[in-house]
């Protein structure tokens, strides 16, 4: 895989396919966190997007304090609260999923990056108080799982890939709580 370096397998860190189908609450994330950059194909078989968020901050906090290279976790971070709002990163990898996928990420690659003011028409203020960030982010990361995991269920009963419009709608989600993130790590 691509993402396998060393001790470590990123490819869980991509997606949680939630294959109970379950609400997403802020205990799941932080039980997910744990998991960050961990590789235990046999029990974490759903993958930890979730908690990879917070993980990769919390290695960017550790980095930061020892002098290393936290700005690789900042920027993995960023990536996963990109897959965050892509609804087949938050729905089990069935075969509806495994056929559209790709064809899911293209809508976003071959032209929604070309306009970011449509998805800056959808991004809002998140707030993440200092003293609670932690808290306040697995609430953020779970009330949009949540909106994602809804919008997957709705392009796999319709049989269908996501409409640019809704892209924006999803990357809006993700680039309001990379904003809220950013602000409470000023560079």
């Keep these: 895989s691509q993402y396998v370096k060393g001790d470590f397998d990123y490819t869980y860190n991509h997606y949680f396919n939630n294959n109970a189908e379950i609400e997403i609450t802020p205990a799941l994330v932080l039980?997910?966190?744990?998991r960050y950059n961990e590789r235990n194909k046999w029990l974490d078989t759903e993958g930890h997007l979730l908690g990879a968020i917070i993980g990769s901050l919390r290695a960017y906090d550790k980095y930061r304090r020892e002098g290393k290279y936290p700005k690789y976790h900042l920027a993995y971070c960023a990536h996963y609260i990109g897959d965050l709002s892509q609804p087949l990163h938050n729905i089990p990898f069935d075969s509806?999923?495994?056929?559209?996928?790709?064809?899911?990420?293209?809508?976003?690659?071959?032209?929604?990056?070309d306009e970011p003011q449509k998805i800056i028409q959808h991004m809002y203020a998140i707030t993440l108080s200092a003293d609670q960030f932690e808290k306040d982010l697995a609430r953020e990361i779970a009330r949009i799982a949540n909106l994602t995991?809804?919008?997957?269920?709705?392009?796999?009963?319709e049989n269908r890939l996501i409409t640019k419009e809704e892209a924006y709608v999803q990357?809006?989600?993700?680039?309001?709580?990379?904003?809220?993130?950013?602000?409470?790590?000023?560079q």
């Design 149 to 157: 995991r809804q919008l997957g269920y709705t392009l796999r009963r």
């Design 31 to 34: 039980a997910q966190a744990e």
């Design 171 to 186: 990357l809006g989600h993700s680039a309001s709580l990379l904003k809220a993130v950013l602000e409470h790590y000023p």
């Design 96 to 113: 509806y999923n495994q056929s559209l996928h790709e064809a899911t990420h293209g809508v976003v690659d071959r032209t929604i990056l």
